[in-house]
């Protein structure tokens, strides 16, 4: 199994067990789940933003990626 794989399922793991599920909720609820930009703010916020969500996204998909692999 490759490294990408072991971190995969390391991801799923972790975020399978209750404290894992609370922080995943609550970084969506910060990133995923908030406006990207608001009318008037400084363009930069809504790269900003965009940076912190591919965090969360990237997270979810090691997730998946992880379910099915173990």
């Known amino acids: 199994?490759?490294?990408?794989?072991?971190?995969?399922?390391?991801?799923?793991?972790?975020?399978a067990t209750?404290?894992?599920?609370?922080?995943?909720?609550y970084l969506r609820?910060?990133?995923i789940e908030q406006p990207g930009w608001i009318?008037?703010?400084?363009?930069s916020n809504g790269y900003f933003h965009e940076g912190k969500c591919s965090i969360v996204?990237?997270?979810e998909v090691r997730i998946e990626k992880g379910k099915n692999r173990s």
């Open 1 to 15: 199994m490759s490294e990408k794989e072991d971190l995969d399922i390391s991801f799923a793991k972790i975020f």
């Open 18 to 25: 209750p404290s894992g599920q609370n922080v995943l909720s």
């Open 29 to 31: 609820k910060r990133t």
């Open 39 to 43: 009318p008037g703010s400084d363009s």
């Open 57 to 59: 996204r990237e997270i």
